[in-house]
């Protein structure tokens, strides 16, 4: 197994009093600390974008299992290689799930996940019960199912993402995968004039043979992505296809050394786009397979957030060495692996990774970042059951609302290592420069401090929660609530040109609406 990580150099000064822990469970409150305990001074280089992130940067998953009414994570952390629960068959049409989704608009709906590679596709008007199944396939999708798919992507402004099966039953007797069942969801999908953006072929090709039993190599991946390469010119002129969507451990990496040897090989000649897979941590389901348990703070902790970026540094150096006009997609992450972690993924703990990955990835160029789940377990943005929104649904829209698609530089002049900042032209406000600003630091409050950069009618946006564990979330002290789906005004504290204070444990936006950057125009 290969465990080799390319290190990467971050440049930060430490500045002030002296910071918490990252192992603090203690959270902070909704009132904004009036005077700021540090100071973290930096600039922005206006002049040009260092990266340019696809529209849809931020998009959102709906697990296969779910689709289906297969099995999914269940609430219970109990060890599961697999989920063990019976879904419902999700079901698209919730007015308020639809309102709430639609706020992430324009995403990519990604349909993958583990049951993908273990589903039949009966687009018949009498679908075969699961007890009639062939050999080797253990649930299955129905024509009325990916209509709901579709119809919902098409209300909501969503591009689908689906991933084909690429599991045993999709198999011959030698092991090779054949096109036979692919081929009978493509028909349909074309034969409804239904779109798919981005193709994939099997989930996760460096664990097949943990979880399918399938001794996956990377020679087989090459010949099997020209395979359905092959299959897709027969229906498509102009299509999509990507992968290996390749899962990075925590701490290990991937399981079988999958990207290197499949780009070397020539793999990525029948890509269109790159797609891996990571979670920083795993939820106390995975048992013995947990490389790097969850536990408090870890999401807080510097260190450990970077992590996701050198293995995001690691792929796109395969693909810069192979096939340097890829794009590189994050096709499926969250907090945990084993449907996240219960109190942490469903949290305002949770919430600092997923703006921190959110802004790092987009730094290094990655041009998609697929959230496991839209709703479903606990990784879910959304609870399920009520569709509740979860803390890192409002940091989504927020996002959503304020980042744009151009990355900015930031250089960190004295700034706390425990303050994490990312610039980006703001969303439809040309010459404007939204600042995302992450204060880690469980004691100290800090004052932003950007230079070069007009502070007149500054636009504050601070997120606040009473505790790590908490599903509450407050904007600028104001507990967010939606009403039925109807999301509340989310409006920023105008600060002018005076200071943007950020509380201990606390997040902001801060748009600067006349920074007039040459970059932003």
Known sequence: MNLAIRLFLIS?????????????????????????????????????????????????????????????????????????????????????????????????????????DRVFYDMSDDPVAEEELPEAFEFVLTAEQVDGIFEFSEVMGFDVMFTLSAGPGARDQAGDWTPDMARTLLQYVSDNEYQVTLWELGNEWDRFSIILGVPATPEMAVREFAAVRALLNEFYDDFNLGGTSGAYWPSIGELVPMYGPFMELGGGDSLDVVTWHYYPTQSERGGVLRTDPWEQGILLDPEDLDIGFRWAEEVIGYRDAHAPELPVWLGESGHAQFGGQPGASDSWEGTFWWLDQLGGLARRNIQVSVRQTLSGSNYGILDDATLDPRPDYWASVLWRRLMGQRVLDVQRTSVSELVRLYAHCSYERPGAVTLLAINLDAENSVRIELEGVSNDGKELYVLTSDALDSTDLMLNGTLLRDDAGVLPPLEPEPVGSGSADVPARAIAFIVYPNASAPACQ
């Open 12 to 116: 930060v000064l430490a500045y002030g009093c002296d910071s918490g822990s990252a192992g603090d469970s203690s959270g902070t409150g909704g009132t904004r600390t009036p005077t700021a305990d540090t100071i973290a001074q930096l600039s922005v280089d206006l002049s040009s974008p260092v990266a340019e992130v696809d529209e849809r940067y931020l998009s959102v998953a709906v697990d296969t299992a779910q689709v289906v009414g297969g099995l999914f994570w269940s609430a219970e952390p109990v060890a599961q290689l697999i989920g063990q629960e019976r879904q419902p068959v999700y079901d698209f049409t919730r007015p308020r799930l639809r309102a709430l989704a639609s706020e992430l608009a324009p995403a990519f709906l990604r349909i993958g996940g583990s049951d993908a």
